[in-house]
């Protein structure tokens, strides 16, 4: 291969092009077609929809601009240090200097979808420039292909740099931080606005935008000739810049040590309890979150984002999450946690070579998860409810709080079990210790699955709790303690059951079933809606539908972001329940067309 690819300075990008594409071609199978599909035509939407505000808005393009931006920064972080198709280990042992290689490997990464969508976005720069004249259409023009080789260079560098410098718990802890903050300042950052609302704000805020990368388009076309063309200078240094950076961390990690995890302090090591059963599975596993470094970053978000949603809305002096903080908490840590085995790689085939030892693996991944995720979880609750002075909120926490653990601990191990996402074992791992190997897009999904399945496990508690507020205490025990062993129960037993068989996943990847129908089979207009139902139904559901209804049940007037509470009293529960009742459609939806496409194609057979 190597003298494929080093004959002359242009052959190294025309070939890692090629692969790039390849690699994208033959994955498009299945649910990873519709899934691209989707992405493709969402992103798209928000690309014209940028396009719209140049036009309409031109006020609010850069904070726009920032947006995406922030898409490059903030995105390869949320799905375990990027997707590197093209990893630089692949290419140490070529004869090429650092610098060609990272040339190649920058080529290759705008051979995909994302950069395209990109793209169509920043074409309204020169919608933009339109305004000042041919002269602002031609700066925007130039601006939009510097902006966008600037936010692909500088996601790039980021993930370099989080490949190379996360190499302790300290370290993995601070990026979960950083991750948890970023969601959360995506999801309720309009809190923080709001609370530094005014004309200096506005000034320091619009000043800022165009200071960020992707405002310097902005900039250049609203100046004069002369500045102009000294911030496209200007951006062409820092790409040059970039470039050079990026080049010496993919120089250092490829000649560094991979490893996904913190190894074990030198000396004596320290023997397992002198026990067995479930308290020394828990004892492993606790030693397994103590040093993977993927685990550590991942409840570090789940726990920053928990503390960090409920701060930003006590800005605008609305205080009615700070209670629930440790229930947040817990339903982030058990997305986080849902891949348990697939995390391991095949380490699995040690508990199925120990006769009887799946009900005590079972258990005691969840005792461990119980003592990593409640203590923290308990105290976040307990001193969110004192600082807030809701006093209304502690039958609410005390009962969904044992509810919501014992779903938790429940619901993961059972979709370890059942909806396992194959991953690279923690021992051989590349050269990014943030990425399990694992299908990222799987592995979302799976998280979003966990984010409804938990809630819904302390349905019956919330219920419960709205008849009668202390009785929900001991409803929301009792239905932890069910959850817990009922679901963990049916884990065990579907281990010792298809134990080979999950073996065979990890260790060979799903295997292809031709004449079993998927997502992938229905026509592409059904394909994006379920895939685009899956995605965004909870948000009319719950957020939009069953938490208004539980706020006007309770007589909470605030109506923070809510639309129902919003709007007059006669039109706010005809709005609940026509969200509720999108919501359930979606899903609906969602169910329904595949189970109709299976039930077409069963009968179709049989004829």
């Not at 395209?116 to 074409?123: D, P, R, S, Y």
């Not at 397994?288 to 685990?295: F, H, K, S, Y």
């Not at 502690?394 to 779903?407: K, Q």
């Not at 409803?475 to 579907?494: D, E, K, N, P």
Request: aromatic share 8%; net charge positive.
């Amino acid at each position: 291969m190597a003298h494929l690819v080093t004959p002359g300075p242009a052959a190294l990008p025309q070939h890692m092009v090629r692969m790039r594409l390849a690699l994208m071609r033959n994955s498009l199978r299945g649910d990873n077609a519709a899934n691209l599909y989707t992405g493709v035509s969402l992103g798209l939407i928000l690309a014209f929809g940028t396009i719209a505000v140049a036009v309409l808005w031109p006020a609010y393009l850069p904070i726009t601009l920032a947006a995406w931006l922030s898409g490059w920064i903030f995105g390869p972080i949320f799905i375990g240090g990027g997707n590197e198709a093209l990893r630089p280990e692949y290419f140490s042992m070529l004869p090429a200097t650092p610098g060609r290689i990272a040339m190649a490997l920058l080529a290759g990464a705008f051979a995909g979808p994302a950069p395209v969508v990109n793209l169509v976005a920043l074409l309204s720069l020169p919608v933009y420039g339109w305004r000042f004249g041919p002269a602002g259409v031609l700066i925007g023009l130039v601006a939009a292909v510097a902006t966008l080789v600037t936010m692909v260079m500088v996601s790039r560098v980021i993930v370099a740099l989080i490949g190379l410098f996360v190499r302790s718990r300290a370290t993995a802890a601070a990026v979960g931080i950083l991750t948890g903050t970023a969601i959360g300042l995506c999801s309720n950052g309009w809190a923080l606005l709001v609370a530094l609302g005014g004309s200096d704000t506005a000034v320091w805020s619009e000043v800022l935008v165009r200071a960020l990368p992707s405002g310097w388009g902005v900039a250049a076309v609203e100046a004069s000739w002369p500045l102009a063309l000294a911030i496209l200078a200007g951006n062409a240094g820092v790409i040059a810049l970039l470039l050079a950076v990026w080049s010496a961390l993919l120089s250092r990690r490829v000649v560094s040590a991979a490893r996904g995890g913190v190894p074990p302090r030198r000396g004596t090591p320290r023997p397992f309890p002198a026990t067995s059963g479930a308290r020394v599975a828990a004892a492993k596993e606790l030693r397994a979150w103590w040093r993977d470094l993927v685990r550590i970053q991942l409840l570090a978000t789940a726990f920053a984002y928990a503390v960090v949603t409920p701060l930003l809305l006590v800005t605008i002096d609305v205080w009615v999450m700070f209670p629930f903080a440790g229930l947040i908490a817990i339903v982030m840590a058990a997305a986080s946690s849902a891949n348990l085995y697939g995390a391991d790689g095949t380490a699995l085939w040690l508990t199925l070579m120990t006769p009887g030892a799946e009900r005590a693996d079972v258990r005691g991944r969840q005792l461990a998860w119980f003592l990593i995720v409640g203590p923290a979880a308990v105290a976040l609750s307990l001193a969110g409810t004192f600082v807030s002075g809701e006093t209304w909120a502690w039958p609410w926490v005390l009962g969904l709080l044992p509810a919501l653990l014992g779903g938790g601990a429940g619901v993961i191990v059972l979709l370890a079990v059942t909806s396992l996402v194959p991953g690279t074992d923690p021992h051989k791992r590349g050269g990014n210790p943030l990425s399990t190997g694992a299908d990222e897009t799987a592995e979302t999904s799976l998280a979003w699955l966990v984010l409804v399945a938990v809630p819904a496990t302390a349905l019956p508690t919330a219920g419960a709790i709205l008849l009668d507020p202390w009785a929900g205490i001991a409803t929301g025990v009792l239905t932890g303690v069910l959850c817990a062993w009922g679901f963990g129960r049916i884990a065990y037993r579907r281990l010792e059951s298809h134990g080979i068989e999950l073996l065979n996943l990890m260790k060979h990847g799903p295997a292809p079933k031709a004449d079993k129908p998927t997502t992938a089979d229905l026509p592409i207009p059904h394909r994006i809606g379920v895939t685009i139902c899956w995605t965004i139904a909870w948000l009319p559901l719950f957020p939009q539908g069953l938490v208004p209804m539980v706020m006007k049940i309770v007589g909470i007037q605030d109506p923070v972001w809510f639309l129902a509470l919003h709007l007059p009293p006669i039109w706010q529960w005809p709005t609940i329940i026509f969200m509720i009742a999108l919501g359930l459609l979606m899903y609906g939806y969602a169910v329904l067309i595949p189970m109709r496409l299976s039930s077409s194609s069963s009968a179709s057979a049989t004829r």
